[in-house]
């Protein structure tokens, strides 16, 4: 984690971040390959990201189903998209 705060790069990991304690606000994006399986669960894994320090936007994107979004199966997301998925609302 120290060499990935001070040079950068790609860090690759599991979902069970959100649980492990480990923030990460200088991150620039989010890739998820998964959907987090419940709304409590993405929120606390956004939190990662959205720590006090951060200094630019974080960029989100997902796979999705293509039944959640129509023709596409990757699309960028916004926070709000993916908290419309879980409340249904797609």
């Known amino acids: 984690m120290r060499t990935f705060r001070e040079q950068g790069g790609v860090l690759v990991a599991s979902p069970i971040l959100a649980s492990g304690g480990v923030d990460l606000p200088d991150c620039d994006s989010l ?7 419940s709304k ?3 929120e606390q ?3 990662r990201f959205q720590r006090f320090g951060r200094t ?12 959640a979004f129509g023709p596409v ?9 993916l908290e419309s998925v879980f409340a249904g609302e797609r």
């Open 31 to 37: 890739i998820l390959y998964d959907m987090p399986i």
């Open 40 to 42: 409590e669960i993405s």
């Open 45 to 47: 894994l956004y939190g």
């Open 56 to 67: 630019s936007n974080l960029n989100v994107y997902a796979f999705v189903p293509v039944a």
């Open 73 to 81: 199966a990757i699309r960028t997301v916004g926070i709000s998209e």
